[in-house]
């Protein structure tokens, strides 16, 4: 028994060892969702929660439910929105899935062990046993695990990157419905005032007062407004679907929202250095500079490891058949005769070329983005400031005026339904205008990372 138990006690302490060295590291993808919350925190206007189907659920659902029964703001659909789209949540786990890896990477490969018992020539069995470890796994098991926390980071990022698009286009698509909501109740006014021009047109030609000509005109443009109703009420009844997609709510459902849109904020928004903030504070930016940072392990474990990949290191013992142990090491390792690992090598290089060179081509892309949408937004706001204080005004004054003369038999009432139809067109213009601002802004918001946006006034939204 002594020299069995001689064998035995290193055998089972070389495994211990082994256990002990790869530790007992297991997934927590709730730790890592927590950790993703505090990244995004104040990037997004309401904090994120996963749902993993468990009793809490019933809670947000009445919460949803709640915020659905009023009328829908730009902060309650993106708070809808992150509770109830099911792709968004369906995103997190990858996150989980991430951080796996990382737990696997800094495991060992399991040891082989090996038996082998056959009859001997003399009087006994042979006995053979084998503990077998990949020992270059072990000397790769650091790199290996920078390499995967270095993704892992990527993934984070890229998640948050799309966390803030997903807020920018939700809001967008909120700004968009109500605007199309205040066009379409423009486009009914209108449809009314040519209806009118046409009953009117329809009076006077039965008494033989205008021209089939002119008559037939009136009846056209009264079809032809009517004509624009039906195209905004389905211009109207796409952005609700769309909208509804990113609420994960039906489009047929009861929830509304407003019937116009806020004006123009007085305060205007900081553009100086938003380009360089846009650089700095974008999650995707980040994630490149991440999925840089995993190549360059990769390359370095290439060059570090090219000539060998494997190594195994084992531990072997024969008990002979008068009962005798033999106990001895072995090595294995491969002999880097036909492949040094110079392929693996030039390929991690030009990996690490080509994401330097599509890092610095979205740096530019990102600024572009910027530069873009900030004009739009400051286009849009002109555009509405100059509708709303000098064209809207004079088109009002147009119809007061028209319509005094018109109580004095001085202008035709076809005449004045033609500048109330005036009015019309461009308050519809000032509402595109407006519609267009908030839009640009909220993708503005997303263009340059997601925090809020600073004015001129010191003041951020």
Not at 273 to 284: H, N, P, T
Not at 370 to 399: F, G, N, W
Not at 414 to 420: D, K, P, R, V
Request: proline fraction near 5%.
């Amino acid at each position: 028994m002594a020299p069995a138990q001689h064998f035995l006690r290193p055998f089972c302490i070389s495994v211990a060892g082994l256990v002990l060295l790869a530790g007992c590291a297991t997934p927590d993808p709730d730790s890592a969702f927590r950790d993703f919350g505090q990244l995004v925190e104040g990037r997004v206007p309401e904090p994120v929660v996963w749902r993993t189907g468990g009793p809490e659920d019933a809670a947000v659902d009445q919460r949803i439910k709640e915020m659905l029964a009023a009328p829908l703001t730009a902060d309650s659909v993106v708070q809808i929105a992150l509770l109830n789209n099911r792709e968004l949540q369906a995103r997190y786990a990858d996150l989980g899935i991430a951080q796996a890896d990382v737990v696997q990477a800094g495991l060992l490969q399991n040891p082989v062990f090996e038996i082998m018992v056959r009859p001997s020539t003399e009087e006994g069995t042979n006995i053979e046993l084998g503990l077998m470890q990949n020992f270059v796994d072990l000397l790769m098991r650091p790199v290996r695990q920078k390499i995967a926390e270095a993704e892992y980071e990527a993934v984070r990022l890229e998640m948050a990157a799309h966390l803030v698009d997903f807020v920018g286009d939700v809001q967008a698509s909120y700004y968009d419905h109500v605007g199309a909501k205040a066009e379409h109740a423009v486009a009914m006014e209108m449809a009314v005032t040519g209806e009118d021009a046409a009953d009117l047109s329809t009076a006077f030609h039965t008494a033989g007062n205008i021209s089939d000509l002119e008559h037939a005109g009136h009846l056209a443009e009264a079809a032809d407004v009517r004509a624009e109703l039906y195209e905004v009420e389905e211009t109207m009844r796409e952005s609700r679907i769309e909208l509804s997609l990113l609420l994960g709510v039906s489009p047929v459902g009861e929830w509304t929202v407003p019937s116009r849109l806020a004006p123009i904020p007085e305060a205007t928004v900081r553009l100086a250095g938003l380009e360089d903030r846009a650089v700095r504070q974008r999650f995707d930016l980040a994630a490149h500079r991440a999925e840089l940072n995993a190549a360059l392990e990769e390359l370095g474990f290439e060059k570090d490891f090219r000539l060998f990949e494997e190594g195994d290191l084992s531990v072997s013992a024969e008990r002979e058949p008068d009962g005798a142990w033999l106990i001895g090491p072995a090595l294995e390792i491969p002999l880097p005769i036909f492949d040094q690992g110079q392929a693996r090598v030039t390929s991690a290089t030009l990996a690490v070329r080509a994401m330097r060179d599509r890092l610095l081509a979205e740096e530019r892309a990102v600024r572009s983005d910027v530069i873009m949408t900030s004009d739009a937004m400051t286009l849009a706001r002109t555009r509405a400031l100059h509708i709303s204080k000098t064209l809207l005004p004079l088109r009002e004054d147009i119809v007061r005026l028209t319509l005094a003369e018109y109580n004095y038999m001085l202008e035709s009432p076809f005449h004045l339904l033609e500048t109330q139809q005036d009015a019309n067109e461009t308050y519809w213009r000032y509402v595109e205008a407006l519609t267009d601002y908030w839009v640009a802004r909220a993708k503005l918001r997303a263009a340059t990372g997601g925090n809020p946006l600073e004015t001129e006034s010191g003041d951020a939204s």
